[in-house]
């Protein structure tokens, strides 16, 4: 297996980072992608990138993020003056770079914009794993919110979320996904984060975020979703292709006359959603 190979192979096998987090990632990896292609000039290079740069986009179909930073990276390397590789390759790795950090910033923007949403000592459920939404706990650890976090099975990313949550001092109450029409009514709000969000505001997240959705709504519980603007779909986009995992994830052996779905993603509806946050504010459903 060549180096992009593994390199898309960690892409797709990554269950453990957010969208976001995997969208800077693949940024990082087509940079270092730049220094080990050996060509005779720029424009094959752009065209071994832009090949590789499509096999990253394709690799994670569920995750707007992860297309949006690297469409716009190659947009941005469509306007480079004519350089030499040398240059070409540094000034590649420095929009690259940019790029990451307006990421990183946007995160942290639509985090703070949220926690003004946030009263002290909330009761706040959240989800699987959102960089947004743990960068909000991060900045109100310190008001007395209580968290109650599903474990987001099969991979329990939810129940590592808490360990972590814990030793940062925030009182975390983690349950099984099964509890959690018995606890959203007990809660004061819930915040989840995004891997898409559509035009007319559906959004594509774990597994489940739609049961929480609806057992928020019969509840009459505020719903946030929370994100960075590079999670929203281009205009004509109305559906992206939902992701399936191994069977085997759930443990069960095969067998005849038994079938296992093990879809990582749901949709939403946006009649469901309280707002939408992100770095530019505050969108209320209306």
């Keep these: 297996m060549d180096i992009k190979q593994q390199y898309i192979q960690e892409i797709v ?6 969208a976001s987090e995997l969208a800077r990632r693949c ?53 480079l003056p004519t350089f030499t590789l040398q240059e070409f390759r540094l000034e590649a790795m420095k929009t690259a770079e940019d790029l990451i950090e307006s990421s990183k910033r946007a995160v942290d923007e639509a985090a703070t914009t949220l926690s003004q ?7 706040i459920m959240t989800y699987s794993y ?24 099969p991979l329990c990313e939810g129940a590592r979320l808490a360990e972590t949550t814990a030793k940062l001092g925030v009182d975390t109450t983690v349950i099984t996904e099964s509890q959690i029409g018995l606890i959203v009514p007990k809660v004061d709000l819930v915040v989840v984060g995004a891997d898409t969000v559509f035009k007319n505001g559906d959004v594509v997240n774990k597994a489940g975020t739609s049961l929480i959705a609806m057992a928020a709504h019969a509840a009459n519980k505020p719903f946030y979703v929370a994100f960075e603007k590079f999670k929203q779909a281009n205009a004509e986009e109305h559906s992206v292709e939902l992701e399936s995992m191994a069977e085997s994830e759930l443990g069960l052996k095969e067998q005849a006359n038994l079938r296992v779905f093990n879809y990582y993603f749901d949709i939403t509806p946006a009649h469901y959603i309280t707002a939408w946050i992100t770095e530019d504010g505050v969108r209320l459903n209306r």
């Design 27 to 79: 940024l990082e990896i087509v940079t270092d992608i730049i220094w080990k292609i050996q060509t005779n000039g720029v424009a094959e290079m752009k065209s071994e990138i832009i090949d590789f740069a499509h096999a990253l986009q394709a690799a994670r179909p569920s995750m707007s993020p992860i297309k949006n930073l690297l469409q716009t990276w190659l947009d941005n390397l469509q306007t």
């Design 13 to 18: 096998e990554n269950r453990d980072s957010g």
């Design 117 to 123: 949403l946030i009263k002290p000592n909330s009761r």
């Design 130 to 153: 959102s960089s947004t939404v743990f960068s909000l706990i991060k900045i109100c650890r310190n008001s007395g919110i209580q968290l109650f976090i599903p474990e987001s099975r």
